[in-house]
């Protein structure tokens, strides 16, 4: 059964960047079958997908128009885990980020983290 | 990007009362189409996968229906533990949007 435990500092300061990491068991991060996710949720905003990382014998990394030019997934297999950074941040960008596992096709979250709340504010 | 909508945004409902909740694509998504349910300071947790596909361990009073564009929710008996958030999420094409919700209240 697939595990994920996230970890990062609840508050960031506004331009400064978000870092978040979830710690898979369970599977790989490598694995052929799975994508591995970073969604968020707000009032404002509601569930907002991020992006994700995934091995289908190379890396492929697919990212939300929204932060595309602000966001990073990055898998570390050394670690079997992944981790987000959302650079240039402002207090839109506060709410709750979960990362979430998909396996095989049709690629619904089956497994969440447990969320992290991060507000962004000086 | 695929737009998905949810009705009603939110219902009131008694124990034991059949609940239908509607999601619609704005282009044809196949059967992509996933249900999660919310409680407060909870992570979604999947119910329905690949429009109705029940999931593990979920119980057999859920189930979802659909094809295309339109699709449904529905909690053929509603018990205590059903008063929740519910969200469709397509997983057809990136972004992979979910709809607004639709929140069960205790009538």
């Known amino acids: 059964q697939v595990q994920l435990q996230q970890s990062g500092p609840g508050l960031v300061k506004p331009s400064q960047t978000l870092s978040l990491t979830c710690v898979i068991s369970g599977d790989s991060v490598s694995s052929n079958s799975a994508a591995w996710n970073w969604i968020r949720q707000s009032p404002s905003r509601g569930l907002e997908w991020l992006g994700r990382t995934y091995y289908r014998s190379k890396w492929y990394n697919e990212y939300a128009v929204s932060v595309r030019s602000r966001i990073s997934i990055n898998p570390d297999t050394s670690k079997n885990q992944f981790s987000l950074q959302l650079d240039s941040v402002t207090p839109e960008d506060t709410a709750v980020y979960y990362c979430?596992?998909?396996?095989?096709?049709?690629?619904?979250?089956?497994?969440w983290g447990q969320g992290t709340m991060v507000t962004v504010s000086s | 990007d695929i737009q998905m909508t949810q009705s009603p945004s939110s219902l009131s409902a008694s124990v034991g009362d059949r609940v239908t909740i509607t999601c619609r694509a704005s282009?044809?998504?196949?059967?992509?189409l996933n249900w999660y349910q919310q409680k407060p300071g909870k992570a979604p947790k999947l119910l329905i996968y690949a429009a109705s596909s029940l999931q593990s361990g979920v119980p057999s009073r859920f189930s979802g229906s659909g094809s295309g564009t339109d699709f449904t929710l529905t909690i053929s008996s509603l018990q205590p533990e059903d008063f929740a958030t519910y969200y469709c999420q397509q997983s057809y094409s990136t972004p992979l949007n979910f709809g607004g919700g639709t929140r069960v209240e205790i009538k």
């Open positions: 282009q044809s998504i196949s059967n992509y």
């Open positions: 979430a596992y998909a396996s095989g096709s049709p690629g619904a979250f089956n497994i």
